[in-house]
């Protein structure tokens, strides 16, 4: 059944892609409950349908933190992108900024700042997370700065792993790792030729430069559990915001008064998000936490969000409940996996034209237009 273009993206990067890879980005953590939910929930969202409202002159655009966007909608940081097509990274960063959106690069992308912010003609966001190694965090954030880089995405959620049990099932961790994804990619050799050997290094970029010595997938796990730092405060977090020039958006956000927090601390913005299902199951969807966490702060700070969004009806869905812009991360990185930058702009493109479509038949000309009026039970 063809349920959306990133239903079928989907199917060709599994059909692609080894299966360790695959898993990675495709699973959530425990049992996979708010994996499921942030789809199922924002799907059960109804719009009001009106007509009549002579629809002929739609706009799409935006402005965020004082950067004009062809539509409400920027490539979410995504760990390894540059392992689902050759230097994925950079191939995502060009079809988003052909498109004219943001692309935000992950800490721990394989393509390093300086090679995918020079790969494009607008500046890059970046995401980083509090690690235990602060060297590192200031290393990252000078080059990010030199880089251009002005908006920087914080992750807040993730002071430990979660706990993601297709990960030891699919050979991403667990014993005989190396030999299980060397396995997998001989089975898989459109994938093996493209990326296990032309796309190298397959090293985490960012942080290599900074250890002065690769840092190897194999490698990848390993670090990432040592370096999480479970005693984050909000302390924690004010140096870098008296360091960042730029502004700072916090992601991870479920709780009003955590939103309530991040005002008072002085972030910029906010992304509402349970990291695509993938930290703390049992959770809410983020199109259930997101009407509460709106009402509590919706005038003092931005408000994105992300988990679950698929299609450009989703997008609109997500503004109707109150966020300002929203991430997408699965569904552009099956896109890349299956047709690299080609396919990411397909699918951004399809996602403008299905906004297109949910704006005309609910009545709403521009962003501004999209809000809770959009929803049934409620009156405009």
């Known amino acids: 059944m063809i349920i959306s273009a990133s239903t079928d993206y989907r199917a060709a990067a599994q059909a692609k892609l ?48 004082g950067e004009k966007m062809a539509m409400p909608v920027a490539l979410a940081p995504v760990g390894l992108s540059g392992m689902y097509a050759r230097r994925g990274e950079v191939q995502a960063a060009r079809a988003a900024a052909k498109k004219g959106i943001p692309f935000t690069l992950s800490t721990v992308s394989v393509c390093p700042i300086e090679e995918v912010a020079s790969a494009i003609d607008r500046p890059i966001w970046f995401q980083l997370y509090v690690l235990k190694d602060r060297g590192f965090m200031r290393n990252v954030l000078e080059r990010a700065q030199a880089a251009g880089v002005k908006n920087l995405v914080f992750t807040v959620d993730m002071p430990i792993p979660g706990a993601r049990y297709r990960d030891a099932h699919s050979g991403m961790s667990g014993p005989n790792t190396s030999m299980r994804q060397i396995l997998q990619a001989m089975t898989h050799p459109q994938w093996a030729w493209d990326v296990g050997l032309m796309g190298k290094p397959h090293d985490l970029g960012n942080i290599s430069a900074y250890r002065g010595i690769p840092t190897k997938l194999k490698d990848y796990i390993g670090w990432l559990g040592n370096n999480f730092d479970p005693s984050i405060s909000w302390k924690d977090l004010e140096w870098i915001r008296d360091f960042w020039k730029g502004p700072m958006i916090l992601k991870g956000i479920l709780d ?24 703390l199951d049992g959770v809410l969807s983020t199109a259930r936490a997101l009407p509460a966490i709106a009402d509590a702060v919706k005038n003092d700070i931005t408000i994105l969000t992300d988990s679950g969004i698929r299609t450009g009806l989703d997008v609109v869905r997500m503004l109707a409940l109150g966020a300002d812009s929203v991430l997408l991360g699965r569904a552009f990185v099956y896109a890349l996996a299956a047709a690299g930058e080609a396919g990411v702009s397909n699918l951004l493109d399809l996602i403008d034209k299905e906004m297109r479509v949910a704006m005309t038949l609910t009545g709403a000309k521009s962003i501004a237009e999209i809000n809770s009026n959009l929803l049934v039970g409620k009156q405009g």
Do not use: C, W
């Not at 898993?23 to 199922?40: M, Q, V």
């Not at 955590?258 to 299902?277: E, L, M, P, Q, T």
């Open 18 to 65: 080894p299966p360790f890879l695959f898993h990675y980005i495709d699973g959530g953590a425990y049992a996979e409950h708010t994996l499921k939910r942030n789809t199922e929930d924002l799907s059960s969202i109804e719009l009001r349908q009106r007509v009549l409202k002579n629809m002929s002159e739609l706009n799409l655009e935006t402005r965020l933190f």
């Open 256 to 279: 009003p008064e955590d939103a309530k927090d991040a005002v008072r601390f002085g972030a910029d913005g906010i992304v509402v998000s349970n990291h695509g299902g993938r930290q």
